[in-house]
């Protein structure tokens, strides 16, 4: 009854699509800050990792219109929520693009294996675009990245210095921690695209 009602409304699509990305935020808010609280935000992240699927369903059943409208809804919500313009188009490019091109491939005929390899050719272009803008200008998910793994760093050798370990044990865990985050950081780009393409297959 949900489904089909959902599937056969663009806007209450395009809402629920906006709830499910909004639901681990949502949750934090209301909950306390507490071990339980943060428990019940990571029990919350899957229903946030099927966002796109309102805006599937609804342009497979009535079509891409149906499902653009869907998708304005959603980049709709997420710029009233955020109040920043280039959160909302992340968001369309990132949970609204590629359900709308795999319904288009699948009314021309186009089967799942070839929806799934465009998937693919524009998870790399996205790869392609965030490494180029990272080049030219930092991003702020880029420093974010660093400073929270410069944060483990910091956490890992406080432990080892209470835990009585000597200098030298400290340096070697140092260096080793810098070679493992120095090429967490190298992967990340890939990583994220893949995390992306993996979603997107899964709804």
Do not use: C
Request: charged share 10%.
């Amino acid at each position: 009854m949900v489904l089909r009602f959902v599937t056969e409304h663009p806007v209450v699509a395009g809402l629920l699509a906006m709830f499910l990305l909004a639901l681990p935020t949502l949750v934090a808010i209301s909950l306390p800050s507490n071990q339980s609280g943060g428990l019940a935000m990571v029990l919350a992240l899957p229903f946030q990792a099927i966002t796109p699927l309102p805006i599937f369903l609804v342009s497979l059943k009535q079509g891409l219109k149906s499902g653009l409208l869907a998708a304005l809804v959603l980049v709709g919500g997420a710029y009233f929520l955020s109040e920043d313009l280039q959160f909302a188009l992340l968001v369309f490019s990132l949970l609204a693009a590629f359900p709308l091109l795999a319904t288009w491939m699948l009314h021309k005929g186009w089967n799942f294996s070839q929806s799934a390899g465009s998937g693919f050719v524009l998870g790399l272009m996205i790869l392609v675009v965030v490494l180029w803008v990272s080049a030219n200008t930092p991003l702020e998910m880029e420093h974010n990245l660093t400073t929270s793994l410069g944060s483990i760093q910091e956490r890992f050798v406080t432990m080892a210095q209470e835990q009585g370990a000597d200098a030298k044990t400290i340096l070697e865990h140092k260096q080793s921690l810098e070679q493992f985050f120095n090429l967490l950081t190298f992967l990340f780009p890939a990583m994220l695209v893949s995390g992306w393409f993996l979603l997107q297959l899964a709804n």
